[in-house]
Nanobody
């Protein structure tokens, strides 16, 4: 069982930056690929990007690529999403997810409901 707790959300102005954290329980954190998703009001949950268990592979969707950075510290059981150049359309609740049997790229394709573990989300609001 893995429990995930996101933090770091808040209200920032357009163009600003935020770093989200996702802290995981458990002793096998490095076995899990980690992904970040977001859900804007009235919209479906969508994939943002992910990182492999060892941290050597990452992947972002087009809207995040070049602005967002994902990293992980397996010793601290934490994955981070650093978001730069934030836009009002980045406003959403951001969730982290963990799954053993996938890859950062595959997380874009797999129905998100099939991923094993989810956090409760952290709210990000970008003002124009």
């Amino acid at each position: 069982q893995v429990q995930l707790v996101e933090s770091g959300g808040g209200l920032v102005q357009a163009g600003g930056s935020l770093r989200l954290s996702c802290a995981a329980s458990g002793r096998t954190f490095s076995s899990y690929a980690m992904g970040w998703f977001r859900q804007a009001p009235g919209k479906e949950r969508e994939y943002v990007g992910g990182i492999s268990g060892g941290g050597d592979k990452s992947y972002f969707v087009d809207s995040a690529r070049g602005r967002f950075i994902i990293s992980r510290d397996n010793a601290q059981n934490t994955v981070y999403l650093t978001m730069n150049g934030l836009k009002p359309e980045d406003t959403a609740v951001y969730y982290c997810a963990a799954d053993r049997d996938t890859s950062p790229r595959a997380m874009e394709i797999i129905p998100f409901r099939l991923l094993s573990y989810w956090g409760q989300g952290t709210r990000v609001a970008i003002s124009s």
